[in-house]
């Protein structure tokens, strides 16, 4: 079981930056990989970026690559994505997501079992 709350959301400038923060509880965190995931209004929700158990191995979406970096801190329990050179089409409603049961190194973009209940992020033009 992991429980998920995120924070760090808001109204920013184009070119600004924000940083979203997830805290953790449960047994299962430290073994779970993590990610965040996004979704903008009409969209699928889609995935971010994703870390691995260890924090070693990271991967990106694309359109995030060079601008949004993830990290986490295994002894408080806190994975953290920053976010900067924002654009319009960043917004959306950010979640942080695990996925318990993960071996060393594996970063998923499925599949992943318990989610926060998300943080909405605005850039504005």
């Known amino acids: 079981q992991v429980l998920l709350v995120e924070s760090g959301g808001g109204l920013v400038q184009t070119g600004g930056s924000l940083r979203l923060s997830c805290t953790a509880s449960g047994r299962d965190f430290i073994t779970s990989a993590m990610a965040w995931f996004r979704q903008a209004p009409g969209k699928e929700r889609e995935i971010v970026a994703a870390?691995?158990?260890?924090?070693?191995?990271?991967a990106y979406a694309d359109s995030v690559k060079g601008r949004f970096a993830i990290s986490r801190d295994n002894a408080k329990n806190t994975v953290t994505l920053q976010m900067n050179s924002l654009e319009v089409e960043d917004t959306a409603v950010y979640y942080c997501?695990?996925?318990?049961?993960?071996?060393?190194?594996?970063?998923?973009?499925?599949?992943?079992?318990?989610w926060g209940p998300g943080t909405q992020v605005t850039v504005a033009s």
């Open positions: 870390v691995s158990q260890g924090g070693t191995v990271r």
């Open positions: 997501a695990a996925r318990s049961g993960t071996v060393s190194g594996e970063v998923p973009k499925s599949g992943y079992n318990y």
